[in-house]
């Protein structure tokens, strides 16, 4: 993960065996941002830019990604990663977000998001072991608001 300012602390070799889920720690400390990562969002808003793997070189393709936010002012935000498995949100106002990417056959991932300029999420997946029971929230399958129908014309 990736924001302004900050430069990422990254941790490896964790290893998690069932039943116990992953928790995922995100240490962000103040360094000088590079040239090419200077913002050029308007104030008040961000940005989120994701990379799915499940492996170090293998991209998800077809994850599901979803952004709420926190105090429910926003339409929830949900796209599907493409073949390289990156994703990305634009013009998110500022605030707190809520990730959620699922993929078949793969632990959820989910991340309270402090959006506010532009964020980098890397996020690799795990398999799901074979006796896996998930949470109720898992089982079920979230739904897209739907417009009504237009109005008959006299």
């Known amino acids: 993960m990736r ?12 290893a998690v065996k069932a039943p116990y889920r992953a928790v995922v720690e995100v240490t962000l400390v103040r360094g000088k941002a590079g040239p090419d990562e200077a913002s050029t969002l308007p104030p008040g808003t961000g940005a989120v830019r994701l990379t799915v793997r ?32 990156q994703a990305s949100f ?31 999420v890397d996020a690799t997946m795990s398999p799901q072991p074979a006796d896996y029971q998930p949470a109720p929230q898992d089982l079920i399958v979230p739904e897209d608001a739907t417009p009504p129908p237009p109005a008959p014309h006299p």
Do not use: F, H, M
């Open 54 to 85: 499940t492996g170090p070189e293998t991209p998800l393709a077809e994850a599901r990604v979803r952004l709420v936010q926190a105090e429910g002012r926003e339409d929830p935000r949900a796209t599907l990663t493409n073949a390289s498995g």
């Open 3 to 14: 924001r302004e300012g900050y430069l990422p602390v990254v941790k490896s070799g964790i």
């Open 90 to 120: 634009e013009s998110l106002p500022a605030g707190t977000w809520r990730l959620e990417i699922l993929g078949a056959g793969l632990l959820p991932l989910r991340a309270a998001l402090d959006v506010a300029g532009e964020i980098a």
